[in-house]
């Protein structure tokens, strides 16, 4: 399974950053670029996730996004799970958005 580093994340432009937690925590506080796409509906909403392009997978600690990672794989898809997720995101100093 590919991974990287919140930082390095926050350094690129015009990625596709999934955030698989759950709205409530979504809105709580959220990279800037990321989407919305709660693990609990990933599945059936899988037409949502662009499948010509690296998708970056975030949720709270990491270990959400890597199930998703995993997942995405098995499908064809290129994926790479965001270590440490938000958690480290907020530890790192990183820009959070609240709100939708």
């Not at 991974?3 to 955030?19: F, K, M």
């Not at 800037?32 to 010509?52: C, G, H, K, Y």
């Not at 949720?59 to 199930?67: D, I």
Request: charged share 20%.
């Amino acid at each position: 399974m590919k991974s990287i580093e919140p930082a390095a994340v926050s350094q690129r432009a015009g990625i596709h950053l999934i955030d698989v937690r759950e709205e409530v925590e979504f809105v709580g506080g959220h990279a800037q670029a990321a989407v919305n796409l709660p693990l609990s509906t990933f599945v059936e909403r899988i037409a949502e996730v662009p499948s010509d392009e690296t998708v970056y997978i975030i949720c709270e600690s990491g270990a959400r996004s890597a199930q998703a990672v995993e997942w995405l794989e098995g499908q064809g898809y290129d994926a790479v799970n965001v270590l440490g997720g938000t958690s480290a995101w907020r530890s790192a100093g990183l820009p959070l958005i609240v709100g939708s």
